[in-house]
């Protein structure tokens, strides 16, 4: 009998789903927090990142050794490099100068090539830049922001998954809003499942610094994004973001980023405005990143 071991494709998603232990308090309701830190590249990302290239590969739109570039904050442009390694792309990643130096380091260690704009220029700059570049023939940009390979990742895996481990007794589904492709294919399976499903996605308020999340402007609102599928925005305090982040890795050996942390916080926020709800939020990703920021630092 031959043995058959998976590679590292395979590794990503099946990720845990965990209860909080402390944070929720005494409540009837459970609060489950999905570590998809636990994948490959170290984020939620990874699932995404190989929908984009395998999906593409296989209607023949790319394949190896073509360059790939995409506009990034961080943890997409992490899976893409890792799955650009993967399957033999070389791949060019755009991103602000403000990203974390872990972030940074990652994408080159994968072997991409990093472009930085400026922090005033930020994603909307990143973004016009890859379309530019596209436009000059310097390579092929798969836009996550436009993408429905981002949120179908999602829909056949992260939605079943979460489904499946809540045995069916999921209320809310709470998730950061980036390009949206998480919340889009986790809402568009779950609704299918029950409507009466909650969808609840945060963003941040007017001023707030949060990685990885964004207020979009109209302009550059991603197209993937369907309105009528999130059932309620939370607007964020950077604050109140960071230190529930804070409180995760000190009081549930949870250690993550700020938009995980954010996420959390509009659960605990939900959490005293219902009873016997199972709620399930999204942990995008690991806090190692984040450690040269000093965001754990900060005594709470």
Sequence with gaps: MTLQYPTIADCVGNTP????????????NTLLLKLEGNNPAGSVKDRPALSMIARAEGRGQIQAGDTLIEATSGNTG?????????????????????????????????????????????????????????AEGLGIVLDQ?????????????????IWRQTNGTITH???????????????????????????????????????????WPTEYLPKIYQADRVD????????????????????????CGVSSGGAVAAMLR???????????????DRGDRYLSTGIYDAPN
């Design 78 to 134: 992490i899976a893409l490099a890792m799955a650009a390694a993967i399957k033999g792309y070389k791949m060019i990643l755009i991103m602000p100068d403000n990203s974390s130096a872990e972030r940074k380091a990652a994408m080159t260690a994968y072997g991409a090539e990093l472009i930085l704009v400026s922090q005033e220029e930020g994603m909307e700059g990143a973004r016009d830049l890859a379309d530019k570049m596209q």
């Design 173 to 215: 589904f709470i998730s950061s809003m980036g390009t949206t492709g998480t919340i889009m294919g986790v809402s568009r399976y779950l609704k299918e499942q029950n409507p009466g499903v909650q969808i609840v996605g945060l963003q941040p308020m007017e001023g707030a610094a949060i990685p990885g999340i964004r207020r």
């Design 270 to 284: 939900l959490n005293q405005e219902v009873e016997n709800a199972v709620m399930v939020a999204i942990i995008c």
């Design 232 to 255: 309620r925005i939370v607007d964020m305090a950077q604050r109140e973001a960071e230190d529930v982040t804070r409180r995760l890795a000190r009081e549930e050996g949870i250690f």
């Design 17 to 28: 789903l965990v209860r909080l232990q402390r944070l929720a308090g005494n409540t009837t």
């Design 145 to 161: 922001f436009a993408n429905g390979d981002n949120p179908e990742a999602h829909y056949t895996g992260t939605g079943p998954e």
